[in-house]
């Protein structure tokens, strides 16, 4: 059985009731609602897309409470309904009648006395605040909710500056590695003790006195050359650190402005001169 009419309107929004108005309430007749897209009796939808055909009219207008589809004429059944306040039989045959109140006549009474404003607009609004669907036992249907699907964030494409800069930083730190092992090892050459003893002669004693002498002044002053070496190495390395430092910190910066994308160099167009 084909529901559907071609050419009906669809509105892209969510099909359900809840938050939607009454926006027609005629004393004695009716209260009209269902126009979930614009709430003013200009708009709505079905659940088969656009307008659908009249499925039968067994069931009468023929009492208070009856819910029945509001249309445009045969076969353009849309969102919109009505729920009647008495009956109302030269509705028959013209409008499907597809349900009836349960509960809460005294709310729909409520609703009639409602003061209104041009076109039978109510002056307060009255609004569906939930919806849902009731089993053949009339409790509730809990419905499982619809997982989304999850966006996964991508992983963040590391740019070639950043690629050189890492492979700089590991070199550099190799470099510093090798040089303090150079050091130790120089080091432990000179603080290796002369176990030579010189007990032989005078002059031989003169002469090993003099030489110590001259090795512990040589001593001194490579020791000096070292504390100084190290001293300019140490400056150094502070000074990289503080560049590092410094470019990360620009880095984070530019990366919170643009949002973590790579500029995209524009190019120039040439001015072309007559």
């Known amino acids: 059985y084909q529901r559907r009419v071609h050419g009906g309107k669809t509105t892209g929004l969510k099909l359900h009731y809840k938050g939607c108005t009454f926006h027609r309430v005629v004393k004695g007749f009716m209260a009209q609602g269902g126009d979930f897209a614009n709430n003013d009796g200009t708009g709505g939808e079905s659940i088969y897309g656009g307008k659908f055909r009249d499925e039968n009219f067994t069931l009468k207008h023929d009492k208070a409470g009856v819910l029945s589809m509001a249309n445009a004429g045969k076969d353009a059944n849309g969102s919109q309904f009505f729920i009647t306040f008495a009956k109302q039989p030269h509705l028959d045959d013209k409008h499907v009648v597809f349900g009836h109140v349960v ?9 009639e006395t409602v003061p ?12 569906i605040a939930d919806c849902g669907v009731l089993d053949s036992e009339g409790k509730p249907k809990i419905r499982k909710p619809r997982v989304e699907p999850v966006e996964i964030p991508k992983a963040k494409e590391e740019t070639e500056e950043e690629l050189e800069e890492e492979e700089q930083e590991e070199e ?18 000179e603080v290796k003790p002369n176990t030579k003893k010189h007990v032989s002669t005078k002059e031989k004693e003169k002469d090993v006195s003099k030489h110590k002498v001259k090795e512990k002044t040589k001593l001194k002053e490579k020791e000096k050359e070292k504390e100084k070496e190290k001293g300019k190495k140490k400056k150094k390395k502070k000074k990289k650190k503080k560049k590092k430092k410094k470019k990360k910190k ?25």
């Not at 509960?103 to 009474?109: P, Q, S, T």
């Not at 984070?252 to 643009?258: Q, V």
């Open 116 to 127: 209104v404003a041009e076109k039978s607009r109510p002056v307060q609004p009255i609004v």
């Open 250 to 274: 620009e880095k984070k910066k530019k990366a919170l402005r643009e949002g973590f994308k790579t500029k995209k160099k524009k190019k120039k167009k040439k001015k072309k001169y007559s």
């Open 103 to 111: 509960e809460g006549m005294d709310v729909l009474r409520k609703m």
């Open 172 to 189: 550099e730190e190799e470099e510093e590695v090798e040089e303090e092992k150079e050091v130790s090892e120089e080091e432990e050459e």
